[in-house]
């Protein structure tokens, strides 16, 4: 599992405890179990709703009819009803480093931030470092 997609879900873990989840892992060709095994380690709280769909190279050009066979085989709850409500928030969105940790403030070197690769120079809370 990527970094970046651990690091989220060890910071949302207590906000998604008691949900239902579903996963679609896809990979070019390496197999899903590490990733399975990661999520249910950082998501002890939550129940599964079925297994996991794989989407690799090999049959991803399958991928729509893919996951409509694979929806009817997930157990969610029958009062799901998805989304309801998207909050918008106004603070700056969070750096991560390339290891897919929080860049903390004075920070130099490469970060993603908002999808996009950034170059942190020196500041003045880094100056003299």
Excluded: C
Excluded at 7 to 22: C, E, P, R
Excluded at 55 to 70: E, G, T, V
Excluded at 72 to 99: C, H, M, W
């Amino acid at each position: 599992m990527a970094a970046i997609m651990q690091t989220y879900l060890f910071d949302n873990s207590a906000q998604m405890a008691g949900k239902t989840v579903a996963m679609i892992v896809s990979s070019h060709s390496s197999g899903i179990s590490g990733v399975v095994a990661d999520a249910q380690r950082l998501l002890p709280n939550v129940t599964w709703a079925g297994d996991a769909l794989w989407i690799n190279n090999a049959n991803h050009s399958n991928r729509a009819s893919l996951i409509q066979n694979w929806l009817p085989t997930q157990t969610f709850k029958a009062d799901a009803t998805g989304i309801s409500q998207v909050r918008a928030e106004r603070a700056s969105p969070k750096a991560y480093t390339l290891q897919g940790t929080v860049a903390q403030a004075g920070y130099k070197g490469i970060v993603i931030q908002s999808g996009k690769k950034i170059v942190r120079k020196k500041t003045a809370t880094t100056e003299g470092l």
